[in-house]
T-cell receptor, first 113, second 113 residues
Framework: DQQVKQNSPSLSVQEGRISILNCDYT??????FLWYKKYPAEGPTFLIS?????DKNEDGRFTVFLNKSAKHLSLHIVPSQPGDSAVYFC????????????FGTGTRLQVTL | DSGVTQTPKHLITATGQRVTLRCSPR?????VYWYQQSLDQGLQFLIQ???????AKGNILERFSAQQFPDLHSELNLSSLELGDSALYFC????????????FGQGTRLTVV
């Protein structure tokens, strides 16, 4: 049972444009959501997070939006840069469960020149 | 550099063998998590330790075990290895056991031949 889903395995965006990565979840108990970026041969790197009490969190070029009613979150990268090319994982957890993260399968973002 | 150190980076071993993967968490982090990433899959949670005690268990096989030592480093033991155990094994650490971002090591790539 895939509780966190990233339905787009890949995405290609031109440099300077907006990248939108999507994530859906099924477990309504999730109350904390994170995005990780992963380069080849490296571990995932924390990017940005959002608590379920918010619907938006912004950090520089990265903004995460949370729609609890739709059980959907998205990561916006504006403007996209070639260095953003990586695999992006959505993850979720909920308090009271020792905070283990449930990951999606990832979306490979390619930012082209 | 996330501050989480995993050794070895690569490991090649034969079926039926036993290996030990080691993880040193970031200084001050009490929680250690182990994740498995098989080819083209998301990260699957295996097990979490918090200050030396097992805190949560995921889909960890009975052939796998882990422990966290008094100095907070952790080891993941994989025994009776099968071809399907070939994967990237990531360790992550976080400050406390509640919802928060976890910081990942670079992973150990295990190849079972």
């Amino acid at each position: 049972d895939q509780q966190v889903k990233q339905n787009s395995p890949s995405l290609s965006v031109q440099e300077g444009r907006i990248s939108i990565l999507n994530c859906d979840y099924t477990n309504s108990m999730f109350d904390y959501f994170l995005w990780y970026k992963k380069y080849p041969a490296e571990g995932p790197t924390f990017l940005i997070s959002i608590s379920s009490i918010k619907d938006k969190n912004e950090d520089g070029r990265f903004t995460v939006f949370l729609n609890k009613s739709a059980k959907h979150l998205s990561l916006h990268i504006v403007p996209s840069q070639p260095g953003d090319s990586a695999v992006y994982f959505c993850a979720a957890s909920y308090t009271g469960t020792a905070s283990k993260l449930t990951f999606g399968t990832g979306t490979r973002l390619q930012v082209t020149l | 550099d996330s501050g989480v150190t995993q050794t070895p980076k690569h490991l090649i071993t034969a079926t039926g063998q036993r290996v030990t993967l080691r993880c040193s968490p970031r200084s001050g982090d009490l929680s250690v998590y182990w994740y498995q990433q098989s080819l083209d899959q998301g990260l699957q949670f295996l097990i979490q330790y918090y200050n030396g005690e097992e805190r949560a268990k995921g889909n960890i096989l009975e052939r796998f075990s882990a422990q966290q030592f008094p100095d907070l480093h952790s080891e993941l033991n994989l025994s009776s290895l099968e071809l399907g155990d070939s994967a990237l094994y990531f360790c992550a650490s976080s400050v406390v056991g509640s919802s928060t971002e976890a910081f990942f090591g670079q992973g150990t790539r295990l190849t079972v031949v």
